[in-house]
């Protein structure tokens, strides 16, 4: 196994996947369990669709992809927390629209402009997919995501439990969701290159809801989805080097396992209690 | 503490105490959560004022409508009613020592010291309105405005609520104001009864208003105009 390891991560694609990786696992099951709860589950997948649009167009026009593709996804994401509140359309049906569109959008771009760009990496991801250029904004941004959520962190359990109460005590709620949506903005862009569009919302959704079959506290299931998410994440790159299958899927797929592990234990734990 | 408000919504004056129980009666659009947004500072009233004498919105402790996301939220008893410090900590990221405290006093006063490590999703109906109680004290004991308390709850649940809002406005002092559907109870705690009507409405103390229409169409006496769709 050492050897393994040590072969893995003497390629400097691996090394860039890792580094880049565990960074969006940790900041996805971090905005995870709000957004979860605030049942915006698919709006990593909406925004993700954006996303595909925005490269798309950066691919199109040769500009920078995520320096197109983050204030893109933010518009969108501001954009479709605000409209849901205030409008007749509902939060899912907004998303459904959106990320049709966008999808749509981008693959008349491709199509148009001849691009030159693998769609199968662009939906399903690459670990090949990261540049050199693109680790250095993954990390700054990152880093920024998982700063903000601990400064914040007990406003955005308060604004999620509670919207109604929070306003009525002062907490700017609107400054807050809005918060949330930037961060999950920044991690889905980042973190779409190696899942890809169509898996990266799984980062997001997959850890909370496993570490709440088994977590009691909010603060034992943001670190529990910490914990759950990085290892799910590791695992799956391992697996990717012995056998012959996609990165992204694979780690989804170790994300699933982790989650029916996690409900037949809680569901031990409560018949246990009874 | 004092405050009068003339609402759009009708020509109504009102004004509560320290240490009234005022309970808020209406039919559904009755403009029952404009004003519950007004008391509380979210909405300024667009004719008519509300006036705060010796208390600011920010210090009138909420207990907001029950919500489904609250359900099956995993969140202690503890961190649920620490919660409602933040509102005083301003742009302070993480909890102080003195509201801790606070959220410890709050959690003795409504005696939930055995489930405080407990879940909020695994309690009762009852025992959740109790921590959601304990967390708006947290803020403040002056006043406490709570919006359909009741709904949901099953008898035994409901005569315990009724039972700390009694002891909090009896033997803390705090004032209570109740929105409530459930007039027959609700209307044993109360000296103060403000009914609001797309017609006319009514303030005055819990005797009178047993004495008038409003009271005998809501408890079925008359031609109750809720039945009438």
């Given at each position: 196994m050492p050897s393994i390891l040590a072969e893995m991560l003497s390629y400097d694609f691996i090394l860039r996947a890792l580094l880049v990786g565990l960074l969006v696992s940790l900041c996805a099951s971090l905005l995870g369990s709000s957004l979860v709860l605030k049942r915006y589950s698919m709006i990593g997948d909406g925004l993700s669709h954006v996303g595909y649009g925005a490269l798309a167009f950066a691919a199109a026009f040769n500009l920078a992809p995520l320096y197109v593709a983050i204030p893109v996804v933010v518009a969108a994401a501001f954009f479709l927390l605000r409209l849901s509140q205030n409008s007749r359309l509902k939060g899912d049906a907004l998303i459904a629209i959106i990320s049709s569109s966008a999808l749509a959008i981008g693959m008349i771009i491709i199509s148009v402009f001849q691009v030159n760009i693998d769609v199968n990496s662009y939906m399903f991801?690459?670990?090949?997919?990261?540049q050199q250029e693109d680790v250095a904004v993954s990390v700054v941004s990152s880093l920024a995501v998982i700063a903000l959520y601990i400064l914040f962190y007990n406003k955005i359990f308060s604004v999620t439990f509670d919207e109604s109460f929070s306003k009525a005590t002062g907490i700017k709620t609107g400054l807050y969701n809005g918060l949330i949506a930037l961060l999950t903005a920044v991690v889905i862009v980042v973190g779409m290159r190696l899942m890809g569009a169509l898996l990266i919302s799984s980062l997001v959704i997959f850890p909370s809801l496993t570490a709440m079959r088994v977590c009691k506290s909010y603060r034992g299931v943001t670190v529990f989805s910490v914990v759950i998410s990085i290892v799910c994440f590791i695992t799956g790159l391992v697996i990717t080097f012995y056998l012959p299958v996609p990165t992204g899927a694979c780690i989804v797929v170790v994300d699933l396992a982790a989650f029916l592990i996690c409900t037949l234990v809680g569901k031990i734990k409560s018949a246990v209690r009874k | 503490m004092s405050y009068e408000g003339v609402a759009a919504f009708k020509d109504i004056s009102f004004s509560v105490e320290s240490g009234d129980y005022l309970l808020i009666l209406g039919e559904n659009g009755s403009g029952k959560s404009t004003l519950v947004k007004g008391i509380l500072g979210l909405k300024e009233p667009s004719a008519g004022k509300i006036a705060f004498n010796g208390i600011t919105p920010r210090q009138i402790g909420y207990l907001p409508q029950q919500n489904a996301?609250?359900?099956?939220?995993?969140?202690t008893v503890q961190e649920v009613v620490l919660s409602?410090?933040?509102?005083?900590?301003?742009?302070?990221p993480f909890y102080t020592k003195k509201q801790r405290q606070a959220a410890d006093k709050s959690i003795r006063h409504l005696h939930l010291e055995d489930i405080?490590?407990?879940?909020?999703?695994?309690?009762s109906g009852g025992q959740q309105q109790r921590v959601l109680i304990a967390r708006a004290l947290?803020?403040?004991?002056?006043m406490l405005l709570l919006d359909?308390?009741?709904?949901?709850?099953d008898a035994v649940m409901t005569a315990e609520l009724y039972d700390i809002t009694e002891h909090l406005n009896k033997v803390h002092k705090t004032t209570i104001i109740m929105i409530s559907h459930d007039i027959a109870n609700a209307l044993k705690y109360a000296n103060k009864v403000l009914h609001l009507s797309a017609g006319n409405s009514f303030f005055g103390t819990a005797e009178e208003y047993v004495r008038t229409d409003f009271y005998k169409n809501m408890t079925g006496g008359g031609n109750n105009a809720e039945y009438s769709c």
């Amino acid at each position: 196994m050492p050897s393994i390891l040590a072969e893995m991560l003497s390629y400097d694609f691996i090394l860039r996947a890792l580094l880049v990786g565990l960074l969006v696992s940790l900041c996805a099951s971090l905005l995870g369990s709000s957004l979860v709860l605030k049942r915006y589950s698919m709006i990593g997948d909406g925004l993700s669709h954006v996303g595909y649009g925005a490269l798309a167009f950066a691919a199109a026009f040769n500009l920078a992809p995520l320096y197109v593709a983050i204030p893109v996804v933010v518009a969108a994401a501001f954009f479709l927390l605000r409209l849901s509140q205030n409008s007749r359309l509902k939060g899912d049906a907004l998303i459904a629209i959106i990320s049709s569109s966008a999808l749509a959008i981008g693959m008349i771009i491709i199509s148009v402009f001849q691009v030159n760009i693998d769609v199968n990496s662009y939906m399903f991801g690459s670990i090949l997919a990261l540049q050199q250029e693109d680790v250095a904004v993954s990390v700054v941004s990152s880093l920024a995501v998982i700063a903000l959520y601990i400064l914040f962190y007990n406003k955005i359990f308060s604004v999620t439990f509670d919207e109604s109460f929070s306003k009525a005590t002062g907490i700017k709620t609107g400054l807050y969701n809005g918060l949330i949506a930037l961060l999950t903005a920044v991690v889905i862009v980042v973190g779409m290159r190696l899942m890809g569009a169509l898996l990266i919302s799984s980062l997001v959704i997959f850890p909370s809801l496993t570490a709440m079959r088994v977590c009691k506290s909010y603060r034992g299931v943001t670190v529990f989805s910490v914990v759950i998410s990085i290892v799910c994440f590791i695992t799956g790159l391992v697996i990717t080097f012995y056998l012959p299958v996609p990165t992204g899927a694979c780690i989804v797929v170790v994300d699933l396992a982790a989650f029916l592990i996690c409900t037949l234990v809680g569901k031990i734990k409560s018949a246990v209690r009874k | 503490m004092s405050y009068e408000g003339v609402a759009a919504f009708k020509d109504i004056s009102f004004s509560v105490e320290s240490g009234d129980y005022l309970l808020i009666l209406g039919e559904n659009g009755s403009g029952k959560s404009t004003l519950v947004k007004g008391i509380l500072g979210l909405k300024e009233p667009s004719a008519g004022k509300i006036a705060f004498n010796g208390i600011t919105p920010r210090q009138i402790g909420y207990l907001p409508q029950q919500n489904a996301i609250q359900k099956d939220f995993p969140a202690t008893v503890q961190e649920v009613v620490l919660s409602g410090c933040l509102g005083a900590g301003g742009f302070c990221p993480f909890y102080t020592k003195k509201q801790r405290q606070a959220a410890d006093k709050s959690i003795r006063h409504l005696h939930l010291e055995d489930i405080r490590k407990k879940s909020f999703r695994d309690l009762s109906g009852g025992q959740q309105q109790r921590v959601l109680i304990a967390r708006a004290l947290c803020a403040t004991d002056k006043m406490l405005l709570l919006d359909e308390p009741v709904t949901g709850l099953d008898a035994v649940m409901t005569a315990e609520l009724y039972d700390i809002t009694e002891h909090l406005n009896k033997v803390h002092k705090t004032t209570i104001i109740m929105i409530s559907h459930d007039i027959a109870n609700a209307l044993k705690y109360a000296n103060k009864v403000l009914h609001l009507s797309a017609g006319n409405s009514f303030f005055g103390t819990a005797e009178e208003y047993v004495r008038t229409d409003f009271y005998k169409n809501m408890t079925g006496g008359g031609n109750n105009a809720e039945y009438s769709c």
